[in-house]
Antibody
Framework: QVQLQESGPGLVKPSQTLSLTCTVSGGSISSRPYYWNWIRQHPGKGLEWIGYIHYSGSTYYNPSLKSRVTISADTSENQFSLKLTSVAAADTAVYYC?????????????WGLGTLVTVSS | SYELTQPPSLSVSPGQTASITCSADKLGNKYTSWYQQKPGQSPVLVIYQDKKRPSGIPERFSGSNSGNTATLTISGTQAIDEADYYCQAWDDYSAGGYVFGTGTKVTVL
């Protein structure tokens, strides 16, 4: 199993852009058949899928966030990243990166530890 | 959008069986996965493809999926099983992507 670790600012001001990076070890983000995902969890709430980047480079986003989300990959660094624009307090959450090795968009078998991002002025 | 509905909470005595349901339209036509999340920790995959266990997951965890309901069963529940549990599926009906259930808090007492 791969290992994932999130990194990025823990505090973002309202209306700014949230940027996080997930560093992958134990495998290449270019390896089939992986889907590389971002998932968030609001404090005390359930899990919300944000989007993925496929090993091929294709992306797919949650329709409710699609207008504000971009996920990209840096194969040279074996990382993938999340950008969420125009953030508000409602974007305060723990953000996880996770991998799906099923090749069929079926399950998340490896998760990062998560990073808390607070949106506040 | 496609919604997966779980009971908010469930209490079970040690050694007894806990059954957690996940309901949605025609869910039995999809593969469902289940995750365990303990406080302050990342979710852990405990069941995939409705009934398969990843390596390292105890045999007391089992799953099924038919009709409109998927079920995670914990047999001989132990205190260490106290956690939040989430079901998950891929929504190809409304192009919603991966969807998670609303979550069930299992209390062992």
């Amino acid at each position: 199993q791969v290992q994932l670790q999130e990194s990025g600012p823990g505090l973002v001001k309202p209306s700014q852009t949230l940027s996080l990076t997930c560093t992958v070890s134990g495998g290449s983000i270019s390896s089939r058949p992986y889907y590389w995902n971002w998932i968030r969890q609001h404090p005390g709430k359930g899990l919300e899928w944000i989007g993925y980047i496929h090993y091929s480079g294709s992306t797919y986003y949650n329709p409710s966030l699609k207008s504000r989300v971009t996920i990209s990959a840096d194969t040279s660094e074996n990382q993938f990243s999340l950008k969420l624009t125009s953030v508000a307090a409602a974007d305060t959450a723990v953000y996880y990166c996770a991998s799906d090795s099923s090749g069929r968009r079926e399950w998340f078998d490896s998760w990062g530890l998560g990073t808390l991002v607070t949106v506040s002025s | 959008s496609y919604e997966l509905t779980q009971p908010p909470s469930l209490s079970v005595s040690p050694g007894q069986t806990a059954s957690i349901t996940c309901s949605a339209d025609k869910l039995g036509n999809k593969y469902t996965s289940w995750y365990q999340q303990k406080p302050g920790q990342s979710p852990v995959l405990v069941i995939y493809q409705d009934k398969k266990r990843p390596s390292g997951i105890p045999e007391r965890f089992s799953g099924s999926n038919s009709g409109n309901t998927a079920t995670l069963t914990i047999s001989g529940t132990q205190a260490i099983d106290e956690a939040d549990y989430y079901c998950q599926a891929w929504d190809d009906y409304s192009a919603g992507g991966y969807v998670f259930g609303t979550g069930t808090k299992v209390t062992v007492l």
